[in-house]
C-alpha cells in the first residue's frame, strides 16, 4: 500500500534514498541540493537507515569515497549540484570507466559563472559524454520514481554503468508536490541486494582496479562502455515496466503526450514538460494538433524511439535549457537532429534556448513556440534555426 | 603475445590474475644495461632489495643472474653496489 505524502524535491529524493538504504553515503552539500543530504544525515543519525555517512571535505572526495565504497562491493550514492558536479568531474568519469554502478541525483543548477544558484540544465548537460546513464525527472514522483529504478538499472549485470537522477532546482527540488510512497518493503524487494562479483574485499579472488591502461587495451575498454549504453536501452525500458508491477507507474525512454495525431511538437526534459503539457491541453481546446515529447533518458540516447515517435509531424521545436557555446544549437537539439537525418522526409526543425541561470518558463511562452510551428508547417520555411526563449533583446 | 578484443576482457580494466604484471615484458624500455662481474661480487644483495622491478634473481641467498625481460635499466643496482661490481652499458642493436 502506497502513501500520498507532501514532500519537496529533495525531500523526495532523500525518502527513496532511505528506502533504498545504501551501504555507503558519502555526500558535500551545496544548493540546491543540500536538503538531500540533510535529510540523510538527520535519517543516519536517527538511526532509520543503516547507511555508513562519509563527511567528506569536497565532491572529488564524495565520488572518490563512493568510488572505493563502490569497488568493494558496497552499494554507494551520493548527490550534487552544478559547481560540486564540475569539482567531481574527474572521479566522474573513473567511476563510469571502472564499471561501478553508484546512483546519483543531480539537482540541476546553472553552473558558475556568474554565480547563479537556481535552475538550467549546464552541470548535467556538461557531462553528457562521461559515461554516466542520465534519467531526467519532470516532478517530485518521478525523481521518487527514477532512484528506485536507477540502482536496478545500474547494477544490472549487462550494465554496470553510474546513473544520473536529474531534478531541476527550486523548480522541483524546493516545490512541495503530491507523492506516492511505497511501503519500504516493497522498494527493497524491487532494489534487491547489489553484489559485485568482483570485490576489493574478498580475499579469495583478489582483483586490481584502475590499472595503467595505455594504447594496448584502453580502447577495448571504451568499445565496452559504448556497448553497455547501448544494453542499457533495452534494460531501462525492462526495468520500468517492473516497476509498474509494484507502483502503477510505467516508465519508457521517452513519454508520448498527445502525440498520435500531432502535427506540431515540442521536444524537452526536466519539469519543463509539465508546463508545456499545460500549454498542450489549451492548445487542443483551441483545435490545434499539440504534442509533446518528454525524453526522460538522454543517456543513452532513443534515438530510435524518436524517430518513431515523430511519424506524423509537420514541425518541431526542441527546447534546451543549456547552451553549447559555439555549436550549432542546444544540446538536445544536436542530438534529436542527428537523428532525425535517418528520415528520407525532412521535418523542419528549430531550437530555443530557454530558462538558463532559472529564469521561469511560461505556459504563454510555449504556446508562441507552438505558434511559430504553425507558421513553419504553413510556409515550410525555418526563418531562425537557433533562438532564445525570454531573454531581453 | 596476441592482444585480446573488448569482448574476451574484464570489464572496467579490472585485473582478475593477480601477479600478471610478469606477463608484461619491460625489458624494451632500456637504453643501458646492468653487467654484473661475478668475480667482484660479495653477493650482499644491496641491488636485490633496491631494484624496484624484482629483476635481480637470487638462488640460495647467492645472486643467479638478471632478468633482462624486466630490468628497465634504471641503474639504482649499480649506484648501490658497494665493490663496484654493476656496471651500466648501453644497449646496442644486435645484427
Known sequence: MARV?????????????????????????????????QR??????????????????????????????????ARAMTATSA????????????????????????VNRALSGPINIHCDHSDSMGARDSGWIQLYSENCQEIYDNLIQAVVI??????????????????LSHAMERVEILEDEEVKNFVGEYKNPHSLLD?????TYGPLDLYDYYFEHKRQQVE?????????????????????????????????????????????AGTIKEAVDELR?????????????????PGREINEALKKVEAVAILDRSASFGAEGG?????????????TERIPIINYIYGLGGRDIKVEEIKGVYQTLQRIARTKRVEKRVDYLGVRE | MKEKGWKDIPIGGLILEPGNAKNYKTGSWRTFKPVRDEEKCTHCLLCWIYCPDSSIIVEDGKIKNIDYEHCKGCGICSVQCPVDAIKMVEEVKEE
Not at chain 1, 84 to 102: D, F, H, K, N
Not at chain 1, 203 to 207: H, I, K, Q, S
Open chain 1, 5 to 37: 505524502v507532501g514532500l519537496t524535491g529533495d525531500e523526495v529524493a532523500a525518502e527513496a534514498i532511505r528506502q533504498i538504504n545504501p551501504d555507503v553515503i558519502a555526500a558535500y552539500p551545496i544548493t540546491p541540493q543540500t536538503e538531500i543530504v
Open chain 1, 40 to 73: 540523510l544525515s538527520q535519517f543516519v543519525a536517527d538511526g532509520l537507515i543503516s547507511a555508513e555517512m562519509v563527511r567528506v571535505e569536497s565532491e572529488h572526495s564524495a565520488m572518490s569515497a563512493c568510488v572505493g565504497a563502490s569497488a568493494s562491493g
Open chain 1, 83 to 106: 559547481n560540486g558536479l564540475a569539482l567531481m568531474w574527474e572521479i566522474v568519469y573513473i567511476a563510469a570507466s571502472l564499471r561501478l554502478p553508484i546512483v546519483m541525483p543531480v
Open chain 1, 154 to 171: 545500474a547494477e544490472n549485470k549487462e550494465v554496470l554503468l553510474p546513473v544520473m537522477v536529474t531534478l531541476d532546482g527550486f523548480v
Open chain 1, 203 to 207: 580475499l579469495n579472488n583478489p582483483v
Open chain 1, 228 to 272: 553497455a549504453m547501448e544494453k542499457a536501452l533495452r534494460v531501462i525500458q525492462g526495468v520500468g515496466k517492473q516497476f509498474a508491477k509494484i507502483s502503477g507507474r510505467s516508465y519508457g525512454l521517452i513519454e508520448e503526450y498527445r502525440l498520435e495525431d500531432a502535427e506540431l511538437v515540442v521536444i524537452a526534459l526536466g519539469s519543463t
Open chain 1, 285 to 301: 481546446e483551441e483545435g490545434v494538433k499539440a504534442g509533446l515529447l518528454k525524453i526522460r533518458c538522454f543517456r543513452p540516447f
Open chain 1, 331 to 343: 544540446p538536445v537539439f544536436l542530438e534529436v537532429r542527428s537523428s532525425l537525418f535517418e528520415k
